[in-house]
Nanobody, 126 residues
Framework: VQLQASGGGWVQPGGSLRLSCTAS????????MAWFRQAPGEEREFVAA????????YYEDSVKGRFTISRDRAKNTMYLQMKSLKPEDTAVYYC????????????????????WGQGTQVTVSS
């Protein structure tokens, strides 16, 4: 199974971007997909997750109210709509998937995900 992330780019503070992540098949139909990000010199951190079957969502505190995660099951695609972007949102964003849905801290842990996309750069600066 492959995950293909896209949609990154450069945007000014306060701007918006939408990231997409498409899975090559429906292997994760009972599981969870997520976005993580990694800034230079920093560890990879959780951003948001969504359970594929019923669209339960989870967010890291700093992005609540600004980012929205969603999925389109017919297209095997997950999205991250990012608004009110800040310079501290600058990072490489990775999509990830796990076979089983999980709850709470499980869906926020990098080690819980066995499948990763290639990453897409998001740069927020003036």
């Amino acid at each position: 199974v492959q995950l293909q992330a896209s949609g990154g780019g450069w945007v000014q503070p306060g701007g918006s971007l939408r990231l997409s992540c498409t899975a090559s098949d429906r292997t994760f139909s009972g599981g969870t997909m997520a976005w993580f990000r990694q800034a230079p010199g920093e560890e990879r951190e959780f951003v948001a997750a969504i359970t594929w079957s019923d669209a339960n969502t989870y967010y890291e505190d700093s992005v609540k109210g600004r980012f929205t995660i969603s999925r389109d099951r017919a297209k095997n695609t997950m999205y991250l709509q990012m608004k009110s972007l800040k310079p501290e949102d600058t990072a490489v964003y990775y999509c990830a998937a796990r076979l089983f849905r999980g709850v709470g801290s499980v869906v926020r842990a990098t080690a819980s995900y066995g499948h990763w996309g290639q990453g897409t750069q998001v740069t927020v600066s003036s």
